[in-house]
Structures are given as C-alpha cells and as structure tokens.
C-alpha cells in the first residue's frame, strides 16, 4: 500500500502522530460524503416531485439496474468491493423511499380531501 | 427549494429534459460517493495495520462518540436527517469490520501458528 510508509518499530511517537493525521483525512472525507449525501436526497427530491406534477411513471426499473451495474464497475475500478458498493446503493435507495413516503403522509394532512399531489407509493420509486 | 424552477405543466418534453440533466448529476454524486468511500477504507485499513503494529489499542469509543456527534451536525447543517447520517455511518463502521475480519482470517491462514499480527476483534475496531 504506497500510503503506507511504518514509523520505525517501537516509536510510538510517530505511530501516534500518524494515526491522528490519518483520523483528519477519515474527518474529512466523512464531511464530504455527508454533504454529498445531502446533495443527492436534494436532487432525489427534487425528481419526486418533477415527476408527480408531470404524470411521469416514478419507476424505472431499467435506469436502477443501470446504477447499479455503473456504481460495481466503479468500486471494482477503485478497489472498493462491489458487493459493499450495491448494498451501498440499496441502503441509500431504502432513505429515498423514506423521504417519498414521509411527503405522501405530508400532502396526506394537508390536503385530505384530493391526492393529486401525493408521492408516488414506496415501491416505485427512482432512486 | 431553489432548484426547482418547474417546466410549464403539460410540457413534457421540458420535464424529461430536466429529468435527464437531474439523473446525471446524481449519477455525478454516486461516482464521488463510491471514489471517497474507497478513499475511506484505505485509511482505515491503513489504521488497523499502524495500531497492530505499534501495539496500540485497536478501539477508541470516546473518538467514535466524537465522530458521530460531529457527523449528525454536519447532517444538520446541510439539512440531511442527523438520524439517517448515524445510520449511515453506522453502516460504513460494519464494512471496516468486515474488512478487519476478512484480514485476521488472512493472517491466519498465512501463518496458523503465530497471531502476532493478527487484525483485532470484530468487536473492537476503529471506524
């Protein structure tokens, strides 16, 4: 691993300097993945409602296979396990259909009497 | 939400524009969050090895406390749910574990009669 260059065997010192300079680069990449995160719910919202207020079909089944196989093919290039990438992929699916069935419950109360607006059901959802 | 300025309804060939440009920006998203999240194991593996070779504890409770009260305020902050950001780190954390597992069982199969550079417990990781 080319990141890995040891401090000498015994020098604590420098094995402790190391570990919290790479803890700094864990922190940020995390704040970086959660703010991306949150970029993306953003635009997953945002094609929710695209789509309700356009009749589009909310599924595409065939776009999520597409993500799907793309997101293996780039774990696999980065070495990151593709299997961990999908799973990956399937547990942030799993928020976006939260998100989608908290704003059918949300146009639900607000307006009881018409579901013109409402969210498309959990199932059919584009991630 | 400022990035919603809406095709005309009924002009559905505005609204698949949209639609289109919206998927690539996710798509976007997705190949930053699959490229940081290998950059990210790659430090923690990176982790794992420093600590077994320097003998030094594989956990720190009181840093992963740390770490997720920064991330649900970060979440906050960009406006994803703090709930879903633990979840999500939560998630992460499994995979470095796995990863750990997935070495001492390397380890051990290279070299059945020493566990001196065996990966510490499952249980007992840094995230």
Chains 1, 2 share one sequence.
């Not at 780039?74 to 939260?98: C, G, Q, R, T, Y």
């Amino acid at each position: 691993m080319a990141l890995y260059y040891a401090p000498e065997p015994g020098d604590n010192e420098a094995a402790l300097a190391r570990l919290y300079s790479v803890r700094e680069s864990i922190d940020n990449i995390d704040a970086a993945l959660v703010h991306l995160l949150a970029e993306r719910f953003k635009f997953t919202k945002f094609v929710g409602r695209l789509k309700a207020e356009h009749g589009l079909p909310p599924a595409d089944p065939a776009r999520e296979r597409v993500q799907i196989q793309r997101l293996r093919s780039l774990a696999a290039e980065s070495h990151l396990d593709p299997e961990f990438a999908e799973k990956w992929f399937n547990f942030v699916v799993a928020e976006v259909i939260h998100h989608h069935v908290e704003a059918a419950e949300a146009v639900g109360e607000r307006d009881e009497a018409s579901d013109a607006d409402a969210a498309p059901a959990s199932e059919d959802i584009e991630p």
